[in-house]
Structure formats: structure tokens, C-alpha cells
């Protein structure tokens, strides 16, 4: 065995063994406390590198789209293609005033984007990127992201109330309203992966789909949950056509009207980074994640699938998605502030729980793709 | 006439006593003069019950710059530089109005190639005007990529005006006796070309727009105007024409070289936002037309009928003449003293500021992402509302 044998990788398909920084953590710590802290602060350094990083990214990434759809060129001026704008503008917030207006609650003020940006983080975490890019998994991992990705209105709710301006506040409750409406819709879809799937654990959702991703291995209830699930974490994120919450046209910029400097960019980084989230979550649950395109009982196939690695999997599902979401942006007009609540109340809820139903049925009689396996 | 000061507070009372007691849901709170709808200046006071509008109160003054007033210290050719600066986007016909009221009050002829210059002008600038406020609305309604877009393509007609005008925005351009320097030898060419150019973008305008549910969902049957309103405000324009009452003076009244020209004069039926928004659309397309068949026959001739005077000196008495802007009716009225180029008065009847008035009517009941859309379907342009 000592010899490398391309034809044995063929063979066997691979199995993938998910080692999450933190598991790596604890099962060094009986032997040695150093590697146990080592691993911990691998996790720290991993979370805050993938924040700061993914965030320069993608708003550089949105610019040059959103410069694209619009017959331009986006930031061409810091470096080379403008690479550089989001880093100068990063400075420049750092360095400006930053301001809390009169007769604000200045507790509130300054802790609100703090919150915001919290959330982000503690989603950031349970994020499976790769088997091995991962900080950690829990049992309760779908739970968990729902009672997480609830937390981040928290953030907005209070920046626009204790900013002491009108429309902050109108802002933030329709944040509240929009959040939390939509909150049910993402979870019913996301359920429907959890029956299928039979576990609540991130990495298990993605191992269960070794045989073909849930979005077409779940005969129509996969694509259904997906198109919710997409429009739903869209207005949770509050992204056009669900920006009511900034709508800038109408509210100035809504909840972070009063937001300067750091604190702002807090707001803003949360937002981006969120978007990621959503796309990444989306593309785990329904996409199958870091799992290579397979289809159940192909090996050969599967096989030439693995060869792609399974970061580089996730990085285009993810990508596309984000794209998806970019576009939406850069296309769509805003709905007002009742119709979108009518699209969550009205439609979107009602077809939510009928697919779930289904989604039930069809499990129980193991209608969908490769049930044995 | 007695002119009385109030406060706020008390003009608040005064156009609403119900507004301060036994409303504790309501709130008060200002749109504008600084807020990215307000496209300049313009305030709105608007008394909420929740996110819905209860009460909208256009309050004027923050961008007057007494150009009327001027007008009573300058020749009547020196006030035309000033007409520019009323609703910058309709520079041109501004210009016009003013040569029009002057050319009738003292008789002064204009020769055919003069009236078909400014006329392809006037309508060149008309879809350019219509063109921004397309791109405004898109961004008004959340979509900021019409906002580019319709920038984009008036640009390529800013610098058509600039190749024969000298300016951009400001054109001073038309005089009395006729206009300030002929065409350009390209400008035809030119213009047959933008042509060409913007016919199917305006069908990828309606691609983008018109077909998306959403923006029908904020527009249709949102501050619907009905024509009796309409008529009682004052409205002009295309705000009028979508009430459903064909007024249109280029039809109505014809002048330059609009009688001439085949075009129809698309009119709404219920006057809601979408019927605002629709007019405007088909009025790109006629725009286009009229230009097209102005092309196809330019007349020779002098630019300039008369030797262009400093002095006009007009009669004794009261002149008024009114033209199509892109916004409605742009009343001229000049008050002269007789013996002295300069005028006793002027007085502008602008089309936005009746335009305006009927934000009081519609924004009541709708909420405050309604009331963005009614006032960028009003298309508004402060500094004509103000003067």
C-alpha cells in the first residue's frame, strides 16, 4: 500500500471524514492542553480572517457587478481593476467621526452594531466550508442556526430606536417585522432538508447528500423549499427587493441613518458577510455543500467528482448564489412595506407548510432518489 | 391684500385642527428639505398614523431665488439666461416661452428653419428630460440600475446639444427672432444616429421595467388623480394627460413647427401612478417619432430672422404666451410698461408647482414608500417650483 494508485482512487469513492476545529480541540486536550488551545485559537484566527476577508470580497465583488449591469466599469482606480477601493475605504472609515446623536441612547447606540455583527459571527462558526474548514458542528446544528440568524434583528431593532430619529425607528420596525416574518419561512424550508436528511447536524445534512444533492433528489419539494428558502433569507438580510428597511429613496438610510465611522461599517460588513452566509447555507442544505456533484450508485462518476476538491465545491455553489442574490439587487425595484409582508403571510407561508407536508409524504414512502442508500 | 406671518406650528393648526388633538397615534415628520427623495430641496411635512400618510403639506422656499423679480431689472433677452435655471431639465423650451411671449407681444417673424430648429430641439429635449426621470424613478422605487442606465443614454444627447449649443444644461439658446447659431453640419447625422440608437433601448427600458411585477405592484392604482382634480389644481402635462383630459398644447394650440407633425398624445384613464408612468414612456416614443419626420425635412434659411437686438421694446400692456415644457404648461406673462425693454412684471405660471399641489390630495392613505412613488411619478424639479 505504500505505492500511490490512481486507479484505486477511482475505485473507492471517497469518504469524507468531517474533523471540525473544535473537535480536533477536544480531542487533543486529554494529551496535551497546548495543542487543545493551539487548535482554539487556529478557530479564532480562521473566523476572523474568513469575516474581514469575505467581506473586502464581496462588496468588492458587488461593486464591479453592480458596475457591470449598469454599462461600467465599478472602482478601476486603487489598484490594479480598483482592487483596492474596498481596503481604502475601510481606512476612511476608521478614521471618521464617529458620531452619536443628541438625545440618543448611547448604550443601545453603541452596542446595536455590535449585535448585528455578533450574529454574523456566531453563524459564521457552524458554517461548513470544507470537511476540514470548519470551527464547529452540534447536534442541534439547524436549530441553532435559526435561533442565531432571529438574534441578528436584535442589532438593527436597537440601532434604529436608540438613535432618536424618526426614520431610524421606522426602519427598524419594519426590520422587525420583516425579519421575523420571514424567519418562519427560511425555517419551514430548511426543515424539509432536515427530514430528508433525518439529522439536524450541518455535517450530516452535507454527508446525507453523498447520493445527489437534496435540491434534485427530493422529486420538486427540494426546489420548492430552495426558491423559498432563497426568497425568504433574501428579506432576512434585507436585500433588495427587500431592502425596506435602508429603502434609502424613502427612509434615508433606515435603521443605520444615524451610523458613522466604525460602527456603521460594523452595520454594513454584517450585511455582507450575512449575504455569504445565506448563499453558504443555502448551497449546504440544498446544494449539498462542500459534497462534489454525485449521483448514487455512479462510482466511476462519482469518483471523477471527488477529484475537485470539496472547499473548491463549496466556494461555487456559494459563489453563484451570492451572484444570484447580487442580482436580484441590481434588477429589482423595492416592494412597499405591506407587500412584502402579504408575500410572507400570503404565499409564501401557506406554500411553506404545504411543501413541508409533502416533503413529510414523501419521505415516509421513500418516493425521493436513492432512498436505500 | 394682507399678507400674514404664521409659525409652524400655527400653519399646522390652521390647515389641519384636528392634526395635534385627540390623535395620539399621529406623528409628525419632515420629508425633506434634505432626504434622497426629495431631488433638491423640497419639503414635504408629513403627518404619519404609523408608516401611513395622514396629512402631506408641500412647503416651499428653501431654493426661491427671486428670478421673477429679477426680471424686473433685466431686459427681457437678459431674463432668458435666467428661464434656464427654472426646470433645468426643459432649459430649452424655458428659453422659448419666454422668445414666444416676446415675439407675439412685439410682432417679430421667425423664419421656418428657426422654428424647426427649435422645435427637433425642444423634443430632443423632452426625451432627454423624460429620460432622467425614468432613471430617477427606477432609483426611487429601490432599482438603481435605470438610474445609470437612463443617465447613459442622456449623456450621448447632452453632447448633441453641446456640439450646436456650447452648453450642457443651460443652453440659452433660443431668442427672440429665432436662435442664437445654426445647427451644427454633423447635427443631423447625429441625431439620426441617437435615434437608431435609443429605439431599442427604450424597448429594454419596458423590458426591465414595465414588465416587472414589482414595479407594478408600486405603481398601479397608487394616488390615483382623477381628472376633476387634476383640472381644479391645475395640473399640466403629463400628470394631466394621465388623469385622462388630452390637453396637450402642442396639439391643442400648435406652435414652431408642431403642426406639421404627425404624433399622438398618449392619455391615461384612471391617473394613478402607473398611468403617470405610462404617459411619460409613450411620450419617448413620440418624442422619437416627431424627431424622425423633423429629419426627414430641414428648411433652409436664416437661424435668426432679425438682427439680434438687445432691445426689444415691447408694448404697452399684457403679454402671455405658453408652451409644452416636458413638465406641462410653461405660462409666460409680462406686464410692460411701454418705452423700456425692460418689463413692469414678469410673472411665470410654472407646470411643476401645480403639478406639485397634487401631492395633497393623493398622499393621504397611502404609506410613506407610496408617497415616494407619487411625487417621482409627479416628476418634479424644485427649482421650477420656486423660482
Known amino acids: 500500500m505504500s505505492v500511490f494508485s490512481p486507479a484505486a482512487v477511482i475505485a473507492a469513492p471517497q469518504v469524507f471524514e468531517v474533523k471540525t476545529l473544535a473537535s480536533r480541540a477536544a480531542t487533543a486536550l486529554p494529551g496535551s492542553l497546548l495543542e487543545s488551545a493551539l487548535y482554539v485559537l487556529l478557530a479564532v484566527v480562521w473566523i476572523v480572517a474568513l469575516l474581514a476577508l469575505t467581506g473586502l470580497a464581496l462588496i468588492y465583488l458587488e461593486r464591479k457587478i453592480a458596475g457591470h449591469f449598469q454599462c461600467r466599469l465599478g472602482p478601476m482606480r486603487v489598484g490594479p481593476h480598483g482592487i483596492f477601493q474596498t481596503v481604502a475605504d475601510t481606512i476612511k472609515l476608521l478614521v471618521k467621526e464617529d458620531f452619536v446623536p443628541d438625545g440618543a441612547d448611547k448604550v443601545l447606540h453603541v452596542v446595536a452594531p455590535f449585535l448585528a455583527l455578533t450574529a454574523t459571527i456566531l453563524l459564521l462558526v457552524i458554517l461548513p466550508l470544507s470537511p476540514i474548514l470548519q470551527a464547529a458542528d452540534m447536534n442541534i446544528g439547524v436549530v441553532y442556526v435559526t435561533a442565531i440568524s432571529g438574534f441578528g434583528v436584535m442589532g438593527i431593532l436597537l440601532g434604529g430606536w436608540s438613535s432618536n430619529n424618526k426614520w431610524s425607528m421606522i426602519g427598524a420596525m419594519r426590520a422587525g417585522a420583516q425579519i421575523i416574518s420571514y424567519e418562519i419561512s427560511a425555517t419551514l424550508a430548511l426543515l424539509v432538508v432536515v427530514l430528508f436528511a433525518g439529522t439536524l447536524r450541518l455535517s450530516g445534512i452535507v454527508q446525507s447528500q453523498a447520493d445527489g444533492w437534496w435540491i434534485w433528489r427530493a422529486h420538486g419539494v427540494g426546489v420548492v423549499a430552495f426558491v423559498i428558502y432563497v426568497i425568504a ?73 471527488d477529484l475537485v476538491p470539496a472547499g473548491a465545491w463549496f466556494a461555487a455553489k456559494t459563489s453563484a448564489l451570492v451572484f444570484l442574490v447580487m442580482w436580484f439587487r441590481w434588477t429589482f425595484p423595492r416592494l412597499r412595506v405591506d407587500q412584502m409582508m402579504r408575500l410572507e403571510w400570503k404565499i409564501l407561508l401557506p406554500v411553506g407548510f404545504v411543501n413541508l407536508f409533502a416533503a413529510a409524504l414523501v419521505v415516509l414512502y421513500g418516493l425521493y432518489f436513492f432512498p436505500g442508500t | ?61 428653501y431654493i426661491h431665488r427671486g428670478i421673477e423679480k429679477m426680471g424686473e431689472s433685466l431686459s427681457t433677452r437678459q431674463f432668458i439666461h435666467l428661464t434656464d435655471r427654472l426646470d433645468y431639465l426643459s432649459a430649452l423650451m424655458n428659453n422659448w416661452a419666454v422668445a414666444r411671449t416676446v415675439e407675439k407681444a412685439a410682432g417679430i417673424e421667425v423664419s421656418p428653419r428657426a422654428e424647426w430648429i427649435r422645435t427637433i430641439m425642444a423634443e430632443l429635449q423632452r426625451l432627454q428630460s423624460h429620460l432622467l426621470w425614468l432613471g430617477v424613478l427606477g432609483m426611487d422605487l429601490g432599482a438603481f440600475t435605470p438610474f445609470l442606465w437612463g443617465f447613459r443614454d442622456r449623456e450621448e444627447l447632452t453632447y448633441i446639444f453641446e456640439e450646436t449649443i456650447g452648453a450642457r444644461l443651460t443652453m440659452n439658446y433660443v431668442l427672440p427672432g429665432g436662435v442664437m447659431s445654426d445647427i451644427h453640419p454633423e447635427f443631423a447625422a447625429r441625431v439620426k444616429k441617437y435615434v437608431a440608437y435609443i429605439r431599442p433601448k427604450i424597448a429594454e427600458y419596458e423590458a426591465l421595467l414595465s414588465g416587472n411585477v414589482i414595479l407594478e405592484e408600486r405603481l398601479r392604482n397608487i394616488g390615483r388623480l382623477s381628472a376633476e382634480d387634476a383640472v381644479s389644481i391645475g395640473a399640466t402635462g403629463p400628470v394631466l394627460r394621465a388623469s385622462g383630459v388630452a390637453l396637450d398644447l402642442r396639439k391643442a394650440s400648435p406652435y414652431g413647427a408642431y403642426d406639421k407633425l404627425e404624433f399622438q398624445v398618449p392619455v391615461g ?80 405660471r410654472s407646470p411643476t408647482f401645480n403639478n406639485l399641489w397634487s401631492v395633497t390630495r393623493l398622499a393621504p392613505g397611502w404609506r410613506i414608500a407610496d408617497l415616494v412613488a407619487i411625487l417621482t411619478t409627479l416628476d418634479l424639479v424644485i427649482p421650477d417650483i420656486e423660482r
Open chain 2, 1 to 61: 391684500m394682507t399678507v400674514q406671518a404664521y409659525t409652524l406650528d400655527d400653519l399646522v393648526k390652521r390647515l389641519d385642527p384636528q392634526a395635534t388633538e385627540g390623535a395620539s397615534q399621529q406623528y409628525f415628520l419632515n420629508l425633506g428639505p434634505q432626504h434622497p427623495a426629495a431631488h433638491g430641496v423640497l419639503r414635504v411635512m408629513l403627518f404619519l398614523d404609523g408608516e401611513t400618510v395622514v396629512r402631506a403639506i408641500p412647503v416651499l422656499g
Open chain 1, 233 to 305: 433569507s433574501t428579506a432576512e438580510i434585507n436585500r433588495t427587493p427587500f431592502d425596506i428597511p435602508e429603502g434609502e429613496s424613502e427612509l434615508a438610510a433606515g435603521f443605520h441613518t444615524e451610523y458613522s465611522g466604525i460602527r456603521f461599517a460594523f452595520f454594513f460588513l454584517a450585511e455582507f458577510i450575512n449575504m455569504f452566509l445565506v448563499a453558504g447555507f443555502a448551497a449546504t442544505f440544498f446544494w449539498g455543500g462542500w459534497m462534489p456533484f454525485h449521483v448514487g450508485g455512479l462510482d466511476g462518476f462519482n469518483s471523477v467528482m
Open chain 2, 269 to 348: 384613464t384612471v391617473g394613478d401612478s402607473w398611468d403617470r408612468y405610462w404617459v411619460r414612456f409613450e411620450e419617448m416614443r413620440q418624442s422619437i417619432a416627431m424627431i424622425e419626420q423633423l429629419l426627414g425635412g430641414i428648411p433652409e434659411g436664416p437661424h435668426m430672422s432679425v438682427k439680434p437686438a438687445v432691445k426689444v421694446k415691447l408694448p404697452e400692456g399684457v403679454h402671455y404666451g405658453q408652451l409644452e415644457t416636458a413638465r406641462g404648461i410653461l405660462g409666460v406673462f409680462i406686464a410692460a410698461a411701454g418705452g423700456s425693454d425692460v418689463p413692469y412684471r414678469i410673472h411665470l
